[in-house]
Nanobody
Framework: QVQLVESGGGLVQAGDSLRLSCAAS????????VGWFRQAPGKEREFVAH????????YYADSVKGRFTISRDNAKNTVYLQMNSLKPEDTAVYYC?????????????????????WGQGTQVTVSS
């Protein structure tokens, strides 16, 4: 089984930065794409970012493009989400998820159904 554990969330002010981490168990983690999703209270879960198995392909939601950066260190079985210029509307529980393949093309990366293992989430709260 694969276990994903997110960390790095917290309470920050608008304009601040946070770096989320997603640490995975399992030696095959590096062979799979990873996505970050988020869910705000009363809203549906939404796609944030995707990274391919060796990091060469990334996708971002329009709402975070230019502010968030996804990266990975396969030697550490960890994927990161660097979040800069945070806004109150970024407030949500952030989840990482492991894909069922090495990468996705096009819109398939944006759907939660493309990912088969999920972490428990980490809360990010941005005050205005």
């Amino acid at each position: 089984q694969v276990q994903l554990v997110e960390s790095g969330g917290g309470l920050v002010q608008a304009g601040d930065s946070l770096r989320l981490s997603c640490a995975a168990s399992g030696r095959t983690f590096s062979s799979y794409a990873v996505g970050w999703f988020r869910q705000a209270p009363g809203k549906e879960r939404e796609f944030v970012a995707h990274i391919s198995w060796i990091g060469g392909i990334t996708y971002y939601a329009d709402s975070v493009k230019g502010r968030f950066t996804i990266s990975r260190d396969n030697a550490k079985n960890t994927v990161y989400l660097q979040m800069n210029s945070l806004k109150p509307e970024d407030t949500a529980v952030y989840y990482c998820a492991r894909g069922s393949g090495p990468t996705y093309s096009g819109s398939r990366a944006y759907y939660g159904s493309s990912y088969d293992y999920w972490g428990q989430g980490t809360q990010v709260t941005v005050s205005s």
